[in-house]
């Protein structure tokens, strides 16, 4: 089960790294994701507050709420300066989701090795490679949401020909629906002895509000009037339920993440090109090597 308290700051801080024995070390992948996830909401935190003192004209109009009729949570980092504080933390949430998914693709691995054929928690080569699908897909999407920061919806006002806040609102959705599959394939690939109670019912929620808010936001971006300034056909507190609904979702589903082992990770040191070891230091093998 995962610690509580923050886990960015046990990772920062190393809490979390227990010495088993003089080179292994314990890493818990869950710990990555919901640090990424805290940093999230610190990042969120911070560019309301510098927006509201710095920049409260955006907070009452912008081309976001222009198109689909309300303030998503996003608009309090699209501007100066809060876009100057969120786009640095964005990379430490890209970094710990990213690693996260590395080290849940590990544990996979590591599963199909360190279970008999028989035991359910055995994975086949084949559930192996369906979380590596996912989960690279998870991370070239985090990677391509960072173009939130880059796509600035106001653009529009100095080059109407292109689209800014259509395309920065594509930057962030395709992650909504990565995100999701990533998640769905963590769950149905692993045992039902491992699930929590009523985590198919919240994935079935889940996968509506996703849907949904990709399906709403998309539809307010492209069906918007640039001439007559007029929204599309969606109303705003139907995209605004989906909206707020998929960050909720976000916060619950590490709650619905399926129990699971954590990963002791050895290492010694050793000799390369240009340092060479002493002879008797531990020996080991190179994963992927023919001896």
Known sequence: AAAMGLKVVALVTGENVHLKSGTAIHRTPEHYGGAGGELLVLA???SWILTFIFD?????KN???????????????DEPPARYVAAPIFALVVYFNVRFMYLDLARAQLSNTSYPEASEHHRTKQHINYVWASNFLNCASFCLCSLIFVIRPKHIHDDPKFDYPLWHTVAFIQLVVCQYIAYAVNLWNTPNSTHIDGCWIFLAIFGIICAGFATCGLTQMITYDHE???????????TACFDYGWFAGMALQGHFRPRAPSIAVSMVLCSDDDFKMPDNTASYTTIGSSS
């Open 56 to 60: 409260p004209e955006t907070v009452k």
């Open 44 to 46: 969120m935190i911070i």
């Open 63 to 77: 081309p976001l709420k222009d198109r689909v009729g309300y303030n998503n949570l996003c608009v309090g980092w």
């Open 228 to 238: 007559t300034k007029t929204p599309g056909p969606v109303p705003w507190w139907l």
